[in-house]
């Protein structure tokens, strides 16, 4: 084989790595679907859309990844971008009947305006260890982290369609 055959084929083999050290766009705050029947507490009081993304970049970072936020993310921006949405969001419950928490987010990774990997992520609390002594907002917040770390570790090998966290 020539010298260009064996840089090729480096080239190739170092791709993937290259790839997953990329840097990725996430709208922060995410969004909330706009048919979703969320509590209004849970809108005013647990700034999920902002623990979701720090969760992510957190997660992604032990990839080698680096996360750039951004107030906006359209999909169609020249890098890597990942835009996300809140469609569903549970706080049935509370401290002293036990609660029932759960949260489902939808994304979508572009790569220069092509759509390269989509995922569903759910997962749903009760509360866990002294859930009775936790309020709606912790249990959903950490609720939100699971996710975050769901699609941060998804990042590095992005896969169309996938089912994450609780619906593995």
Known sequence: MGK????????LAAAPAAFAADSVTVQKPVGFNEDADIP?????EC?????????VAGK???SGISIAFADKVAGNEPGRTLQMEISD????????MGHHKAMTVKGKLYQDGAVVGSFRDRRTSMGGA???FKGNCAVLVRTAKA??????????????????????
């Open 147 to 168: 996710i975050g770390e769901d699609v941060g570790e998804w990042l590095a090998a992005p896969k169309m369609d996938a089912r994450l966290g609780d619906l593995e």
């Open 4 to 11: 260009w055959t064996y840089t090729a084929l480096f080239m």
């Open 130 to 132: 002294f859930g009775g």
């Open 60 to 62: 992604a970072k032990e």
């Open 89 to 96: 969001v549970v706080a049935d419950g509370n401290a002293f």
């Open 47 to 55: 700034k999920l859309e902002n623990e979701l993304p720090d969760a």
């Open 40 to 44: 209004k507490a849970v809108l005013d």
